[in-house]
């Protein structure tokens, strides 16, 4: 009687499990044949851990499977346990904020699994360890860590090293075949160029398609052709060519040129912007330019076709590298927002930054200067008085206030406006009435005059960051500046935009 209790007690899959094991745990033929029938799932994963004991071929691989389907951590853990590194990578991907989830990561990363290696680095923070697990996912063929890797390298700009990656990665991503389109352009391989970008607009891929509707619409010339800029604007006191120094350079150069086309603020003033032009050879250039820690190009082999333009300013769009303006010339980043475009025309207008300027050079501009929106207390302080009696009869003239430009050294400077303009922060946006007639201001007095003209005659050679009130020639083979009080001569200017 107390026997037959007992038997009814007992699970009748404990008694199946008890049966099997007994029957067939020293027999590999059984367990598959077993495996093979018709099992519940607890069962079945008892008979799992049975193959894996004695080694079955894909034992451990069903298990997980099974483990998976069946919600049943508990065997991948026993599994865990053995060094089983695709079941730490299987804990992790069910449940990443686990308390241990890093450890099994860690594990699986370093079991040359690469999907956890390219997981594992994407949680690095380190710059080194995470592009050589990048780089391990990558060299063991996982897809999307070879489009990461790439994209990494072009962030360090190590655009030699990202190459190779990019190549793997064009051969099935769009967006890798329009960012190597542009480099092997750069490069002077136009056709590869086209095909990849054809082959990226084949998957719909947005961006090849608008590059290549560019290219149609806007031919690239040869560097010998003669350059004639195109205004649409009837008076141009400023007409300002633009150049793109390859293909992206020209998708930001044409959406930059519209933009300040329909910009309200600039509809009276007289500064018009030509259509882009681009070459088919790109143009030296160099994020530290002469070594000034600055975007720069070398225009010298269009210097007699722009002699000849009608442009009296240039601006360059290249691919990377710190914004300025110098004496007629702006260099412009393909990456940089509208505003740092607004901010820098101010350059070609004499206006000078309202941020802090580094010691050296607020020590060397700061009171040796005239500026169109600022004045200063130092040595020409008898022309910032004149320039002040000037402001105070502009109708919108407030007051003087405080500018930073010059912390960093013992003179101060002041501008006729209070708050922060584009001048500090070009991100504000906000021009000033102010400032807005005091530009319209200058652009009439010089109209005509070509600061372009003087660039290329200095060979492309310049002074460090200025303001209005510089020049700059060349004497003995060195730069020479002159201080100049002339009102309608537009001076070297060159921003020191960060």
Not at 458 to 469: E, K, L, M, Y
Request: charged share 20%; net charge negative; hydrophobic share 40%.
């Amino acid at each position: 009687m107390k026997l037959s209790f007992a038997i009814k007690a007992v699970p009748l899959c404990v008694v199946v499990l008890i049966a099997l094991y007994s029957s067939v745990s020293h027999s590999p033929d059984s367990i598959k044949f077993n495996l093979n029938g018709e099992l519940a799932p607890s069962a079945r994963l008892q008979l799992n851990w049975l193959a894996v004991e004695l080694a079955l071929d894909g034992a451990r691989t069903q298990l997980r499977q099974n483990a998976l389907e069946a919600n049943a951590n508990y065997w991948l853990d026993r599994l865990l346990a053995t060094g089983d590194a695709e079941s730490a990578w299987q804990r992790y991907q069910a449940n990443p904020d686990a308390p241990q989830s890093l450890q099994w990561l860690s594990m699986a990363a370093n079991s040359n699994i690469a999907a956890a290696q390219y997981a594992f680095a994407l949680l690095q923070t380190h710059p080194q360890t995470k592009q050589l697990w990048l780089e391990k996912a990558a060299e063991a063929g996982l897809p999307e860590a070879q489009v990461a890797l790439a994209d990494w390298h072009l962030i360090q700009q190590q655009n030699e090293q990202a190459f190779p990656w990019l190549v793997r990665a064009a051969e099935f991503d769009p967006r890798s075949q329009t960012t190597l389109a542009r480099i092997v352009w750069d490069r002077g391989e136009q056709k590869r160029s086209i095909e990849l970008l054809s082959k990226a607009a084949s998957l719909q891929h947005e961006p090849a398609i608008a590059r290549l509707n560019m290219i149609n619409t806007s031919p690239p010339r040869a560097i010998k052709d003669t350059i004639n800029f195109t205004f649409d604007e009837q008076v141009c006191h400023q007409r300002v060519g633009v150049i793109a120094n390859g293909i992206e350079s020209m998708m930001t150069a044409i959406k930059q040129v519209h933009k300040f086309r329909q910009d309200e603020r600039f509809s009276d003033l007289g500064i018009c912007l030509s259509d882009p032009i681009w070459f088919s050879k790109p143009l030296e250039c160099d994020v530290n330019w002469n070594d000034e820690r600055r975007l720069g190009c070398d225009i010298n082999p269009l210097s007699e076709s722009l002699i000849n333009s009608s442009a009296t300013h240039l601006i360059v769009v290249a691919q990377l590298g710190k914004a300025n303006a110098q004496t007629g010339v702006m260099f412009l980043d393909a990456a940089d927002e509208y505003s740092v475009l607004v901010h820098e025309l101010a350059h070609f207008a004499g206006f000078v930054d309202e941020y802090a300027l580094n010691k050296r050079n607020a020590d060397a501009y700061c009171g040796n200067i005239k500026a169109t929106n600022l004045v200063f207390d130092g040595v020409i302080a008898y022309s910032s008085m004149e320039q002040v009696s000037m402001w105070q009869r502009n109708p919108f003239y407030t007051g003087i206030y405080k500018s930073n430009t010059c912390k960093q050294s013992d003179v101060s400077a002041y501008k006729p406006v209070g708050g922060m303009t584009f001048m500090e922060h070009h991100d504000t946006n906000n021009i000033p009435a102010m400032y807005q007639s005091l530009w319209r201001g200058v652009l009439i007095a010089t109209s005509g005059d070509r600061p372009l003209v003087r660039y290329l005659s200095t060979n492309n050679a310049v002074a460090p960051q200025t303001a209005t009130g510089i020049t700059t020639r060349l004497s003995s083979g060195m730069n020479e500046q002159i201080l100049t009080a002339i009102p309608n001569e537009t001076f070297l200017i060159r921003s020191d935009f960060n």
